[in-house]
């Protein structure tokens, strides 16, 4: 069974920084590509980085490119969202993703404000 569990999220004020974890077990989570999606208030869910399954390749929307980094670490079946000078805009719900498997996780709440 698939199971992805993310954690890390909270408030913080504009211009500061989250890291997002995302533990994932009940697949050979090194043989996939991982995502990381989120849903604000009122809009739809969107995609918000993918990273390949050796870790080689990252894509980003380009909402956040050049302050998000998505990593992973395959030792430890974890997939990484490292948020830096985060915007108000960026306030939303975190999902973790696993496409092969269409799995969501619960996802975690990032609210960015004064």
């Known amino acids: 069974q698939v199971q992805l569990v993310e954690s890390g999220g909270g408030l913080v004020q504009p211009g500061g920084s989250l890291r997002l974890s995302c533990a994932a077990s009940?697949?050979?989570?090194?043989?996939?590509?991982m995502n990381w999606h989120r849903q604000a208030p009122g809009k739809e869910r969107e995609w918000v980085a993918r990273i390949s399954d050796t870790g080689g390749t990252a894509t980003y929307t380009d909402s956040v490119k050049g302050r998000f980094t998505i990593s992973r670490d395959n030792s430890k079946n974890t997939v990484y969202l490292q948020m830096n000078s985060l915007k108000p805009e960026d306030t939303a719900v975190y999902y973790c993703?696993?496409?092969?498997?269409?799995?969501w996780g619960q996802g975690t709440q990032v609210t960015v404000s004064p």
């Open positions: 993703y696993a496409p092969r498997w269409d799995s």
């Open positions: 009940g697949f050979a989570f090194s043989s996939y590509a």
